[in-house]
């Protein structure tokens, strides 16, 4: 009888885990881990070899790499979502990893256009729809969340419609699920995981993700930030404006625009553009952002950073942007005053104080740590900066001392990694961390900063 009934409730249990929706895409989950694990493990033995040459194949291994690659493209859009941020956040993550996921940029399979035709006129009713003519059936760009059409609006203004993939909502939550379990598994088996803090980044990753499925938070973010370059005087740096009336949940339209991508260094030099003063031009506009606002431009790979026809900078995609508060906006600013000054006492103590390592640290050590680390960023030209050098140091130092950054520097890192991507591409002579041009201005954006906080009444508790 014993036998039977717990027979019964495995059955049960089976049945419903098949029945929930988190129950079956952990099932998916297993099954697809499994398989690319087994395909990496006869990889490494050499059975994957041995089977090559007995049917007189050519040999090509199949790396961990390779295998959770393969294991993100088969989970779908959510897995792929995040292989595309280890692919975009080089030195955050090792290159043979990143290497491969930048498989997933360009692999995203499109969904069909008689798909894209029910969305739009679901979203925005018969009618609005039918204001956009001449959409092109083979989609612009293709992602893991949504596929960008060109399409003309009302027959006369060149626009982009950005539709999110169907059933989207329902797996996500159920992948989230899963992803926050096996971060906090990682963490605690791992003491190397632990300091990378898996649990934050999967956070963080739900969080933006979350955002970007709201189409509408993305056309706010592109009229906020909009509003902030014309207040910082800025007439040459802009956002496509979107069209509110055609906007929902699941439907971005907005304003095309045309140029050349800053990674595309052969186009940009045939049309004769002062490249470096470009970006330095684009790197103050995002550093006033953070300083005078505490919002910022969350995800600027090349894709997202155009020159526009007409010279201005152009910035793209606001589904992912970074938001300070006060104290947040106050610590960065100490950040950025203690780096660029090459005072390691006070970054030392600026990072404590942001809750990155544990109390009763010793403060004079992590500053020498971190002096000896980042000193050699001040003065070495963007062209000599050898990151695969510079990480392990910076890792070690993590380790050492027990290092956590909270998630919202670790984001700015990581724009400060496609800014130092595109120096070396467009002016390899240019130090970002001393360059007068940027230095100067940013010290003054840095003060005025400083002032308006001190300005601000002090917070009460209620």
Known sequence: MTLELLLGIALGALLLSLVMPTGRRAWVFGYYATKQGLRWLASAVGLRKLWAKVLGREYEPFTLPTAMRHFAEDMGPTFIKFGQIVASSSGMFPDRFVEEFKKCLDRVRPFGFDEVQRILESELGPEVAARLEDIDPEPLASASIAQVHTARLDGETDVVIKVQRPGLDGRVRSDMVIMRRMARLASAVSYDARLANPVGIVEDFAETLSEELDFRKE???????????????????????????????????????????????????????????????????????????????????????????????????????????????????????????????????????????????????????????????????????????????????????AMIMPKEFVLITKQMLYFDRYAKLLAPQLNVFSDPRLMVSLMQDIQKAKMAQQQQPPSTAN
């Open 219 to 401: 056309a706010k973010n592109l009229d906020s930030f909009n509003d902030i370059m014309r207040e910082l005087g800025h007439g040459d740096v802009r956002a496509p404006v979107p069209h509110w009336d055609l906007t929902s949940r699941r439907v971005l339209v907005m304003e095309r625009f045309f140029g050349t991508r800053v990674d595309d260094t052969e186009t940009i030099r045939e049309r004769e553009i002062n490249a470096e003063d470009r970006l330095v031009v684009g790197m103050r506009a995002w550093f006033q952002c953070v300083l005078h606002y505490g919002f910022f431009h969350g995800d600027v790979h090349a894709g997202n950073l155009m020159l526009l026809d007409n010279d201005d900078l152009g910035f793209l995609d606001f589904g992912i942007v970074g938001r300070f508060d006060d104290e947040q906006r106050a610590m960065v600013t100490d950040y950025l005053i203690a780096f660029a000054s090459g005072d390691f006492k006070s970054l030392a103590r600026t990072i404590a104080a942001m809750g990155g390592v544990k109390d009763g640290i010793d403060l004079e050590a992590f500053a020498a740590d971190l002096e000896d680390t980042y000193k050699p960023l001040l003065s070495m030209k963007m062209g000599d900066i050898n990151y695969a050098d510079f990480l392990p140091k910076l890792q070690h130092v993590a380790r050492r001392h």
